[in-house]
């Protein structure tokens, strides 16, 4: 099965448009500076493994078939190994092949996302991940 990388995106220009709006008055930290530095020089590798290391959220969207889970999954990759991640998805759409240090969790009719988003943060979790969010869980 083939597995896009983040590399992959970049290389693509997947990122040629990307924009941001930053406030001059703020005070940023030397990493959030080499952050900025990264976005404006177009560097989205360097930029989106710096938001993973910081423990940034990322929050990724769009239409059906846009390819959210498969850009998603690159970025998965970009986190150590060995960071505790749980996923809360309808379905398996990424068995975290390079993360043995993982929980999946499955909503449906019985049990909703918003449940699961609650039980997820009593196991201490460094990262969740939650995939197809169409209700008031996103903001739990």
Known sequence: MLRFTHKDYVNSGRYDRAQAIASPVLTLKPWQCDMKDAHAAGD????????????????????????????????????????????????????????????HLFYGHVVGPKALVASSLRMKPDHLFLTELTGDEVWH
């Open 44 to 103: 989205f590798d360097p930029f989106m493994e710096m938001a993973v290391a910081h423990r940034q959220n990322i929050i990724v969207f769009g239409g059906p078939g846009s390819g959210k889970t498969t850009y998603g999954k690159s970025l998965i990759d970009l986190f150590p190994a060995h960071r505790r991640m749980v996923t809360i998805q309808e379905m398996l759409e990424d068995p975290l092949p390079f993360h043995p240090n993982h929980v």
